[in-house]
């Protein structure tokens, strides 16, 4: 179907599309099943101006938005979500420093990551703080010119590969959801190392692994917006990346659907293709129905996001939400159709499948998503008039 | 020259659109139009139904006033002859006798006089030798300036090269100076009784169809020839002729290449080009180590290891042994592919191969439709079976 | 450095199927795409341009739409594109193409080196590269496989030539011309800006008139060689299935192979 792109947003999907298909594809399989950063791979979406999309051309970047980011990584997504996970959670991370940072930090920062030279990384979780972020542990003490930090977080992406994190800190515990701040740390900054690096059901390339702060000693001009601004700044950067995410789930799955299409049409049972068989056709017709729901969902989120919307919460919990679903169905799918073959790593659905689990789990989970969805309609009906 | 069409006959059924290969022909305005892609191969004129299409013009009139001789370039590398030189003799006697002219080889390199005698014991009735220290490794720049001067004093009507690495490399621009044809990596070389003409025929569009090419009006008409595909005349023991000694010192040379070093591929016993004997890993080998399956079966056999480039792109073994359309193109006697697919592009660098055994789990793959010999199974029980087979054989 | 890269917009071959009724080839649905091995070519130019400086164009001998192809090289960061592209041209063996590709190449004028692909895969020849250099003088390499070094004092460059058995390392004073094959390095991704600026950019076309060509030496009337006649290559292949468990499959093999006297000595006598 033509989502009537502009010529510029054509040439972001079919450049995204060939770096995936020429660079990624050949490689997607030996990445997953040895855990291995895909640095080279991201070198070369750099190279192609695709590492900026939504940077200010001030710093460097293209200065387009959400929705050219969506369009590239989907691309990638389609032919792999771990890499597509490692290509855009840099931009996860320097969503805090576009929307809160000053003028000197966006200086400092952004320009290396448009340009694909440096990584970036978003780090909330902790142990005791996944869906109630409120509860995080990690402090930031004010000691003259500077901040120390301890504490620790839990399954950051990119960990260890990211040259700076944009980290979230407990600065004043008596003012509650008021007492938190964002800051920037960066990699050799004393004090901040890195533990071990997690063994993952999918998503394997991708860098997941803790963060830890012992005594870490940062300037205080790493502060991002200020103090006790930090679950705001958080809750923000979710709803603006959440259409990203939602481009993963579309991305994965349409790569799933396309995978199991062609399976289809090529495996003879009862003595023709089983894609002639109306349970399996079935299947099919659903899964792709749901894919393009899915992917009109999230372009419009992401156009209406671009236009300077303030409301975007529900709908972009609502894009999250159901490509997530989406792509772990659409992948399940996938490997029932494949049947035997499907659950052999030799072909690429089961990979696709153990994907797609982490997508209803991480950048706000699908009960908080469903939580937000259902305040929101509270809010809204509370508001129209009688 | 040019293709003619008579309105008046023409019916525009569209027969000539569908034989063209080129796509150089159309019916516009209910008649069949040539374009500028024509090059007057004349298969629209086979076709047509009602006789509208003919090539007019008179052909330029081959100048081949003091031309003769059948020449071919006896390659020689480290002090061996290529297998080429011979089967190059053997065909090029062929041409001679028709032509009823002499044949000679022409040899290049330092201290190789005494190759000579092998290329008079293979049928050449002279061998022009230019043997020089300047000539010891291979610059297009000596052996291709030589080569032009040779020509231009002795005026042979053909001149033939294997189609070799060296051959490719500088025959052009032999053919170049000399401002003559030159027709690429020949599979079939015959001469047209009515006029001399060198036929020369050649696969083209990537071994979808062939072709046949000729040079009328220039000499000489050059040609390279696919190694493996024509055949070595008989071997005269005793057979001697006339050894004509060139020397550089008569020539013109310009030198801006300098041969530094040959660094020998030592992963092979023999070079695919020459193998008798070719095992090919694809896709389906699945993992790096597995060419070590089929180098075993390769040494037992006396060949040497192929991939596809499938195989090479996924970094499980050099560029070097690539077969098929951008890597090397081969004929051996026996070919055997396991876990190929058979993709064209691959197809077209093997297809010369004598006899083609293919080893394939999957029944579809295209590989069996171009192999003698089809097993349809798993290639990591197969290829085994036939190292375990053999060895027993051979004790 | 000053660098030209030749290249050839070519129907992808490996979508060309023969119709086995009409004996021709079924060409509808194929796409034009950049001769593959020009792609390495370009590869080879722009890692030169960034180590030593300078420029790449891009020019080629072809119908209007042959602009596409360059194109697409801008987007991959070649500098400038020129077309040479006439009615007279058409038709051309190799002699005409290297002769029409050298005025060319006069004309723009000022390269150091001229990279080529190794050969065409319509064409298949691997001529045009040789032919060019000799039409320019220029000395040259054939299928190269490495860039050794390059002596900007000397204007020497070095490079690993493949030949069947290994490779020859040569060396080549500038300006001079080369080959390039796969193994020169992967090509590179185009790039947003690249691309934008490929929609953007002017190319020339080049006429005869041009390039002054001389018109006895340009298309199908300046090519020493032509066509005499096309027909379907023979069906290869016995289609011999053989069947039962591996063991039987390669008993059964051998069998057949050894009906020849050559490959029965290679399989061993039983």
Known sequence: MDYFLTEEQQMIQDLARQIAEEKVLPVRAELDEKEEFPRELLAHFAAADLCGLNIPEAYGGMGLGMFEQALATEQVARVCCGVAVSYASSGLGIFPLLLYGSEEQKQKYLPGVAQGKTLAAFALTESSAGSDASNIQTTAERDGDDYVLNGSKQWITNAGEADFYTVVAITDRTKGPRGATFFVVEKGDPGFSFGKREKKMGIRCSATGELIFNDCRIPADRVIAREGMGFIVAMRTFDVSRPGVGALGVGLAQGALEAAVDFARTRVQFGRAIINHQAVAHMLADMATSVEAGRALVYAVARYLDSGAKDISKVSAMAKLFTSDTAMKVTTDAVQIYGGHGYMREYPVEKMMRDAKILQIFEGTNQIQRNIIGQELNKESGRKKK | ?395 | ?270
């Open chain 2, 1 to 395: 020259m040019s293709l003619r069409v008579d309105s008046e006959l023409c019916t525009a059924c569209e027969a000539c659109v569908e034989a063209c290969p080129f796509g150089a022909i159309e019916v516009v305005d209910g008649v069949a139009t040539p374009n500028e892609k024509c090059n007057l191969c004349g298969a629209c004129v086979d076709v047509c139904p009602v006789e509208a299409l003919s090539i007019e013009g008179k052909e330029a009139g081959p100048v081949a006033d003091g031309y003769q001789g059948v020449w071919i370039f006896a390659e020689q590398r480290q002090g061996r002859l290529a297998p080429v030189a011979f089967e190059l003799l053997g065909q090029g006697r062929v041409l001679a006798e028709k032509l009823d002219a002499p044949l000679a080889a022409v040899l290049f390199g330092s201290d190789v006089k005494d190759l000579a005698a092998d290329l008079f014991t293979a049928g050449a009735d002279q061998v022009y030798v230019a043997d020089d220290p300047r000539l010891a490794g291979f610059t297009d720049d000596l052996y291709g300036g030589v080569l032009t001067q040779l020509i231009r004093q002795h005026r042979p009507e053909i001149v033939l090269s294997g189609a070799t690495a060296m051959g490719r490399s500088f025959i052009p621009k032999v053919a170049s100076a000399l401002h003559t044809g030159l027709t690429a990596d020949c599979t079939g070389l015959d001469v047209r009784d009515s006029d001399r003409l060198l036929l020369q025929t050649r696969p083209a569009f990537g071994g979808n169809i062939m072709a046949t090419i000729i040079c009328p009006a220039k000499r000489p008409q050059m040609a390279t020839v696919r190694p493996r595909v024509m055949r070595r005349g008989p071997v005269e023991a005793g057979r001697s002729g006339e050894l004509i000694e060139v020397s550089l010192s008569s020539f013109e040379l310009v030198g801006r290449t300098r041969f530094v070093e040959f660094v020998e591929d030592l992963s092979e016993k023999v070079n695919l080009v020459e193998a008798d004997v070719i095992v090919c890993g694809g896709r389906g080998l699945g993992e790096a180590k597995h060419f070590g399956l089929l180098r075993d079966l390769a040494d037992l056999l006396g060949g040497s290891v192929g991939a596809t480039r499938g195989a090479v792109d996924s970094g499980w073994i050099s560029y070097a042994h690539q077969v098929g359309q951008t890597g090397k193109t081969v004929g051996p006697k026996l070919y055997i592919a396991c876990g190929v697919s058979g993709a064209v592009q691959h197809l077209v660098g093997m297809q010369s191969s004598e006899v083609i055994v293919a080893v394939n789990k999957d029944p579809h793959a295209p590989i069996f439709d171009v192999a003698d010999f089809g097993l349809v199974g798993d290639l990591f029980e197969i290829v085994p079976e036939m190292i375990g087979q053999l060895k027993a054989a051979k004790s």
């Open chain 3, 1 to 270: 450095m000053e660098i030209l890269i030749c290249i050839k917009q070519v129907p992808d071959t490996r979508d060309v199927k023969l119709d086995p009724e009409t004996n021709t080839l079924k060409r509808e649905g194929v796409d034009s795409i950049v001769n593959p091995f020009d792609l390495y070519a370009m590869e080879a130019a722009l890692a030169l341009r960034d180590a030593h400086g300078g420029q790449v164009t891009a020019l080629t001998m072809g119908p209007p739409q042959a602009a596409e192809a360059l194109r697409e090289l801008v987007s991959y960061g070649v500098d400038e594109a020129a077309l040479l592209s006439d009615r007279a041209f058409a038709g051309a063996d190799t002699w005409a193409t290297s002769y029409t590709l050298a005025l060319g190449a006069k004309k723009l004028g000022g390269f150091d080196l001229i990279v080529c692909g190794k050969q065409a895969i319509d064409g298949d020849t691997a001529q045009v590269g040789p032919e060019l250099a000799e039409q320019l003088g220029l000395p040259y390499a054939a299928f190269v496989r490495r860039i050794v070094s390059f002596d900007p004092e000397s204007g020497r460059l070095t490079v690993e030539r493949l030949m069947d058995d290994g490779y020859d390392v040569v060396e080549i004073e500038l300006p001079a011309l080369i080959t390039v094959v796969k193994e020169i390095g992967e090509p590179r991704v185009p790039s947003l800006k690249g691309k934008m600026r490929a929609k953007k950019i002017d190319i020339p076309v080049l006429t005869a008139a041009d390039i002054e060509a001389d018109e006895d030496k340009i298309g199908l009337s300046g090519s020493p060689t032509r066509v005499l006649e096309v027909f379907a290559p023979q069906p290869r292949g016995q289609r011999v299935s053989i069947e039962g468990e591996p063991g039987e499959q390669v008993r059964e093999l051998f069998e057949h192979l050894k009906k020849d006297k050559t490959l029965a000595a290679k399989v061993g006598a039983s």
